[in-house]
């Protein structure tokens, strides 16, 4: 009954676009199927039976608990306005530097990302606080628009992002599920802290080549980065300090006590959150409003995720049931090219459903059918975790149907036209495509500092 | 979004008291972590059961929030086509979705729930850990496994009476 598991994906990815929220398109129609196999033998229903406990297991699998904590973190430097400080002040200090301003865009998307997994809303701040400045100081539309797609989802693959914590826990399954068929049954592990650790320098390698290519930019055409006239305005040092060290050292404490393996990571993100609070009450920006808002924004982004991942669930169950990861298995096994063909083919489908489908759900739904397999292959796990997430990063890039790309042409000015977004982003789509290739070349640059801080 | 949801009917009242009341646990459980993790480090005490009602606080955040994220429209849809339909479009949409997939899963989740559940409380389960949660913390978690469904169904209803006004009304 494999085609039944095909049919199921088909008809989840076509029901998804219709636009109803994706936790019960996935749950529900994984139940029709499952309903209808039910109905004419086909469908072990014993197999739903045990819903309530694997739903009670992601209810306490304690390294989820890192998630609402991370954006209560995060949601709390958003509405301290600590970033909009951070943006004007990098702004101000860079702005004798060609391209400066698109230097600082880069630099506080990098920072300020980790604060919440859903592409737009990075996007959509970013958009909103940076765009209009670019646009004055005389950025082309082309450069401003394609620093701040590029810079609003890189956030997502630095830690210390949500994604790579919910990543990081279906990759830790995926490896055991792996070693277990390979007959290892005293399994290596890999943690969330691994794929932090993993990912900080393909992170940092996309930053570099980013800000080099926005200073080359600047250099070689000048009409489209503008150098900054100053207005007279001096940005005092006191001034560039206490928007700049406070966030920066909640940002490197919570990240270095993960990376030093002080800290677990929820340990980390409850920490921060404290600071984040603190930093708050220091700036004088909590107020009990602002207090109840990060509360409610904490519980509902927390919801919406969870709730994906029970109805992604539900959806594996049936589509194991239908022996949809045999079928999977199969294929991946049968290419020709052996490793290299099954990580190409499983690297371009998760390309085109980046087009459809947000992180979240390719982590819970898609992550969790091949990585098993892939990893049983011999592949890395953190490895195979890092390109996918710059994959995907790269996939809400692209042109024409990119996410990022629609979330900035909402809050984009009328003047800014379509086309000039696709042009200004091609170039960050280069990046990222180069940065995948010399990943793939050279997977130290992925495994070197996990392997050095915890000498696995 | 907060400007299409009115806070218009019971329904609607119920899912945000409860939401804005489990909301105050967010907060509960940034501190409760960094008093643990202070415990830990500086006074080498590890309090399981502190450390278990985080992830205690946790689920039944997302659990019991469920349906204020739902009234708030805030549970991430596929927007590509959606986001450029018309109002009727739309309501023709969420009734679909609500008849075929909402109300069937909320139904289902509940359903299985209910004996999963009820053996909890039967048995006066406490935590597996020793030093854990006590009787009755773990079957009270796991019976937000019915009460989730039930509040996002009812979600559903006021969701569906809105959808009906607009489908009328558009004609």
């Not at chain 1, 409850?270 to 207090?291: K, N, P």
């Amino acid at each position: 009954m494999e085609w039944m598991a095909l049919l199921l994906f088909t008809a989840v990815i076509g029901l998804l676009l219709a636009g109803f929220p994706v936790a019960f398109t996935l749950g529900g129609t994984a139940l029709v199927f499952a309903g209808a196999g039910v109905l004419t033998g086909t469908f072990n229903e014993a197999l739903l039976s045990g819903l309530p406990n694997r739903i009670f297991g992601i209810m306490t699998n304690e390294t989820l608990v890192a998630v609402p904590l991370f954006v209560f973190m995060g949601v709390t430097l958003e509405r301290a306005r600590i970033a909009e400080d951070l943006l004007e002040t990098l702004g101000a200090l860079f702005s004798a530097l060609r391209g400066g301003l698109g230097v600082s865009v880069t630099v506080v998307g990098m920072l300020l990302a980790a604060s919440t997994g859903i592409v737009g809303a990075t996007v959509v701040t970013m958009g909103l606080l940076s765009l209009p400045t670019m646009l004055k100081r005389g950025y082309s539309p082309e450069i401003a628009t394609g620093t701040i797609c590029a810079s609003g989802t890189l956030g997502q693959i630095i830690p210390p992002s949500i994604i790579l914590v919910m990543l990081g826990d279906v990759m830790t399954t995926a490896y055991q599920q792996a070693q277990l068929t390979m007959g290892n049954f005293s399994p290596k592990t890999v943690s969330v802290g691994d794929l932090f650790a993993g990912a900080l320098v393909p992170g940092l390698l996309l930053v570099g080549l980013y800000i080099l290519y926005i200073v080359v930019t600047a250099i070689v055409k000048p009409s489209a980065v503008p150098p900054h006239e100053s207005d007279g305005s001096r940005v005092s040092l006191v001034r560039v300090l206490s928007a700049l060290v406070p966030p920066l050292a909640l940002i490197f404490a919570v990240l270095g006590s993960i990376l030093a393996g002080i800290a677990t990571p929820t340990e980390a993100a409850g920490v921060g959150g404290m600071g984040a609070l603190l930093l708050a009450v220091l700036r004088r920006q909590l107020t009990l409003e602002r207090l109840r808002e990060i509360m409610r924004s904490t519980l509902s982004i927390s919801s919406m995720v969870f709730l994906i991942l029970i109805g992604a669930s539900l959806f594996s169950l049936v589509f194991r049931g239908y022996g949809g990861d045999d079928a999977v298995h199969q294929v991946l096994e049968s290419l020709p090219g052996g490793i290299v063909g099954a990580v190409v083919l499983v690297m371009l489908v998760m390309f085109l459903l980046g087009f459809v489908l947000d992180f979240i759900e390719i982590t819970f739904v898609v992550v969790p059918i091949v990585a098993p397999i892939l990893l049983a292959m011999g592949l890395d796990p953190v490895w195979l975790g890092v390109m996918i997430a710059i994959n995907l990063q790269t996939s809400f890039l692209t042109p024409p149907f990119g996410f990022a790309l629609f979330y900035l042409r909402g809050v984009a000015p009328e003047a800014v036209s379509t086309a000039a977004i696709y042009r200004g982003v091609m170039p960050f789509v280069a990046i990222q495509v180069l940065a995948l290739i010399l990943l793939a070349l050279f997977p130290s640059l992925v495994t070197w500092l996990p392997a050095v801080l915890y000498g696995n | 979004m907060n400007d299409t949801a009115p806070h218009t009917g019971l329904l609607d009242r119920i899912s945000d008291r409860i939401g804005l009341a489990a909301s105050w646990m967010t907060l509960a459980m940034v501190i409760v972590t960094f008093i643990v993790v202070v415990m830990r480090y500086v006074f080498d005490a590890g309090l399981i059961w502190l450390q278990e009602s985080v992830t205690w606080m946790h689920a039944a955040v997302f659990m019991l929030g469920a349906a204020h994220t739902l009234q708030h429209d805030e549970h991430v849809r596929v927007d590509v086509f959606y986001r450029d339909m018309s109002e009727r479009r739309r309501a023709i949409v969420d009734l679909f979705g609500l008849l075929a997939f909402l109300w069937p899963m909320c139904g289902f989740l509940a359903f299985t729930a209910w004996d999963f559940v009820a053996v909890s409380w039967s048995i006066g389960e406490a935590s597996r850990e020793a030093g854990g949660l006590p009787y009755p913390w773990i079957p009270l978690l796991k019976t937000v496994l019915v009460l989730m469904p039930l509040t996002v169904a009812l979600q559903g209803l006021a969701m569906a009476l809105r959808a009906v006004q607009t489908i009328r009304g558009a004609r």
